[in-house]
């Protein structure tokens, strides 16, 4: 079986991975890989690992073009550009995979609380279709979507660190507590003045300290999962890393737990999936997940410690962003969408030390 | 006035970082520079920065030399070194400004619980006439002691970050997190294998998670200042950056508070503060506090943001963890007991960008 | 086919990186992984990246059991320590591949000179007999060697920057300078004081500045090339990165040549080489080789300019040291003598950005 | 005495680095911040640094003001923009410190040649009045100049690395290599996308690797010191660090030289410059210079060794790019031109470890 697959926004460092995965992806064959800067470009001058790899050129975006090519898309555009662009592939039987925030929030109403869109999100019908891209809790979904909208990095570190406690309701879900520290290239190839070298190295800068958008993520995410409203305080920093994400999650106990109560939970819910790691020694160089441990890979490596003298339970969660929090987590719905093991072209072992 | 001053444990980067301010004091002469592995080396030979600045050479550790030689002396030496090194030095008139832990805790069986001592304190009297570093709280005490015991680095900061909140009373007292994001440099430089660069770089690693024993010193201020007991969930994070120390504090306001009520209270309390910067801004580049802004000074930058969703407020504290952190605010204590202006040779503009 | 290979000195950067490509070679069994420090402990607490891809535990290095359960032995252990275990493992059968130093010079008396042993090099004729596993120059004899001696990874980089030039005969022999940046994992697990993260941050250190070990094997790979003697000026330099290497050699056209002239040679030697890529590019933007771009691969890239001012050719050669420069060169070499596809296991696209 | 100063395109790094200075020179008043883009802003809101030193705003640039509240300007504006600033500013007799290139050449073709004018430079006479900046080698010119050239940031640490070797006639002066490392912060605020974190993260990027435009100055003014004719090949790389440049050239010894009687040549030509320190030790830690040690201030150490087998001299120079590189050089010139002491303001220690 070889799938036709269109990358679309490929000159980014989204694109750049997906063209990483997808290239050594035994059944598929990348087709278009578009962008507007560098059409006509070869892709390995954009993308400097890929030289040798591929003789791919980058062409501009035109769904002509997908529709003719392409069976699936994976959109790494920006927020916003998906929104219209998403009806016109899914009319032409297109299965897409979109990388934005654009299909990802259940309410309409909430692009105009979270992403300050004007009105309402347009197309309410195929929002409630959109599968939210968690294979940890939408795996059957995900196998019949049409469209999968890939969660945000820090919405899945966040989701991932915490989705046992919720689930297994032990944790006050009034006061829970999302620290996340964040590398630079979530901010994409065009960023800012303060994403220059040297604006950026040495920070552990905090932004968006109470209003960060991946809350409402979080929220619907965590809310489904409980079954009822959950709440999070939520603080990204940025640290002087490229990749890599760690959320450390502060919770409180509805009443005391054991640390083998706790792994039992863990092991529930994450014994059998394919990218979890429960990263937890006691003896060994690494006690907790350390983003440096994952990087390269889908792993998202998951921890967790009781503090008695407080009741409070700390939990970690450790990605790639570029991997498990983007391209590998859209590739593995990819390969769930196709029926095919979750693993195929992620079975990478991380890059350590690095 | 020329103050005659002794520095035991000169090599490592608390003593490194001494020698930069002191060499520069006005009223300092520094006369002894202590290291068992380095003695009879020019200091510049361990301390590259301060060829050219200095010809002083190390010199074995000897009660009888600093008994002749100094008035004041700075301990920079592991925890468990000075507890029984300041009765000794405080017994034959010297003043002592001890940078290890051993004299931080007022009861002597706190050093059974989180430092693991067989027995408790052998020295609970000097415990108690002991004052604990931090300007911003004992000021008066400060200038008057004989022994001041300085504060922890991630302490410093994660006191700074809460101190006018539970000075009003205007947040819940047990459920405070306080997640820190902390440098290579705070693990000295006889560090174990994880501290080499190898390892150390590119991480975001969780470590001592719910138990690190700055938790002990954070809660005897914080509960001193408000008058009853304070508990904190404390969570350090190894990041990838020599120096520097940022504590990211989440906590609950008992009511609700507006931003105009918050701004008064921090004026209230650091306004008159020689080191104490309030970052927070609605326009510029840089809105909060990044230990990138406050490297190689002694300012302790802060900041905060209410939550209006949870109700939580969230609050900052930048430092330099060798100078506001170690060396820098046992020097501003020095300049209190001295009584000189506190900023003497401490007036340092941070550098920027590094 | 199934080969069984144990890798003595499993618990470095090497060892950890040999397991990262073996324990995805098809035809690889690892059997045996040594250290002494983590006898008995699982390879995952000790390198992080592989938790969850092998349950293999650590086992102290023994003659006897490599004998028993080995095929091919790699050795990832300090120079030195090579030199007596390799005879007793080849007149056992095994075919060894070493990643120290001790049989890569073809002249006994060199380890006089260049490594400081007292005497020279015990086993003359399995010195001749050992092959320099550099495949770009040394391939058939690879094929059929039962000892490969894997080169040094700043001669790596630095051979194949000159390879092309020294092989065509265009450059003065007495004139190259090769001016190397190397990252910290070249320093391995076990480190002096100066490899802490502290100190080894920030730097552009220069170090043994004209008296590296790696210049003996350069110039002995070199002069074999030219049938003449070559002499190299060489200076390495610390810099703030943990893998990568970049060779820069400056050398002098003997007489004027053009870029084409240039191209045509560069083609000529690396052409067909599956892990050399030519980065020169007049478009795009990446227009020379850097280490950034190969880390996690087995790539060299190489590339040149003319400098018609001064008549000196520019070259460069950028590797992981970890990969082309140590465990991935090893397993190409491994290939090489499985008769196997080169890049078994190693077709390993670069991280990118990193 | 206090001299009224003005910073035309003070919003940059090197702008920033200028206020560091000159808001703590004792005989400096600052009354004149030029920026565009933030003009009416404090400036601390641009240079987080500087928050609580000082409640300067930014205005936009004009003669008018500068010469009415002016004595001396320093221009940190990019090349092109000077060259017409210049005569109006000197017209009106005002002294000026020019950071730019746009009067370091003497040549009037040499613009056309190396920085692409169209035409040769439009002030021919003002290019011969004005001095560079090089206290080093123009100090007696500089103290009456009325325009000073500050020199370039890889040319200074070129010029001064190899001075002593040219002005003793030494070395040949047809086969000088030049290797140069160098900090992101070189590349102004406004730079382009490779100079995102997530880019320059992890690099040794050789760029312009024949062509560079300090090389023009490097062999004006080496030429000049050795009143003949002087080649250097000269080939940059961005390395991952913010601040600093290393600079490694490589010569040959017209005859045999032992290293005594180079040291003796370092002393006559260094022994008595205030922020030149020769970094060579058989002992201690650190035995040449490296960036890492010169951070934050205007020292610039020199270091050399001898390569016996090749008849190389391997000598380094490392500087802080925005010091010695350029505000502090430039702060340097301008003490010499106010016959102060030339340290004043400038005493500064470097801050170690960073």
């Given at each position: 079986?070889t ?5 679309v ?5 989204v ?33 400097p ?17 997908i ?35 654009d ?21 309410p019908?195929?929002?409630?279709k959109a ?7 939408h ?9 999968v ?5 820090m ?23 999302i ?9 994409g ?10 604006y ?11 209003e ?14 409980a ?52 990263a ?17 890979s889908?792993?998202c ?6 503090d ?25 719905c ?7 093991d979750e693993?195929?072209?992620l ?8």
């Amino acid at each position: 079986m070889t799938v036709r697959v269109g990358i679309v926004g490929a000159s980014g460092f989204v694109g750049g991975e997906l063209l990483r995965i997808l290239l050594n992806h035994p059944h598929v064959d990348v087709r278009v890989a578009t962008s507007r800067e560098f059409k006509g470009e070869y892709v390995f001058r954009v993308h400097p690992h890929l030289r040798g790899r591929t003789m791919l050129k980058f062409v501009e975006p035109s769904i002509d073009i997908i529709s003719r090519e392409c069976d699936y898309v994976f959109l790494a555009v920006p927020h916003g550009q998906s929104v219209n662009l998403v009806p016109k592939l899914l009319e032409v039987g297109i299965k897409v995979l979109d990388l934005s925030a654009d299909y990802r929030l259940k309410d309409p109403e909430a692009y105009v609380k979270w992403y300050g869109w004007e009105k309402p999100h347009p197309y309410p019908d195929i929002l409630k279709k959109a599968v939210y891209g968690l294979p940890e809790i939408h795996r059957d979904d995900i196998r019949n979507a049409q469209l999968v909208a890939v969660p945000g990095c820090m919405a899945t570190a966040g989701i991932l660190s915490l989705l046992p406690l919720v689930k297994y309701g032990i944790i006050e879900l009034s006061r829970i507590v999302i620290d996340v520290k964040i590398g630079s290239s979530g901010a994409g190839a065009h960023a800012p003045r303060l994403d220059l070298h040297s604006y950026r190295t040495y920070v552990v800068r905090p932004y968006e300290v109470v209003e960060h958008r991946h809350i409402a993520e979080i929220e619907q995410e965590l809310s489904y999962v409980a079954n009822r409203p959950v709440q999070v305080a939520f603080t990204p920093h940025a640290v002087d890393i490229v990749r890599g994400i760690l959320a450390t999650s502060h919770s409180w106990a509805i009443k005391p737990i054991s640390e083998p109560e706790l792994w039992k939970i863990f092991r529930a819910v994450y014994g059998n999936e394919p990218f979890i790691r429960i990263a937890k020694d006691k003896s060994g160089l690494h006690r907790y997940p350390d983003v440096k441990y994952v990087i390269g890979s889908n792993y998202c490596d998951v921890g967790f410690e009781i503090d008695k003298r407080t009741g409070r339970i700390v939990t970690f969660a450790a990605i790639d962003n570029l991997m498990k929090g983007a391209a590998g987590q859209a590739v593995q719905c990819f390969n769930i969408m196709l029926k095919i093991d979750e693993k195929t072209a992620l079975d990478i072992t991380p890059l350590f030390p690095v």
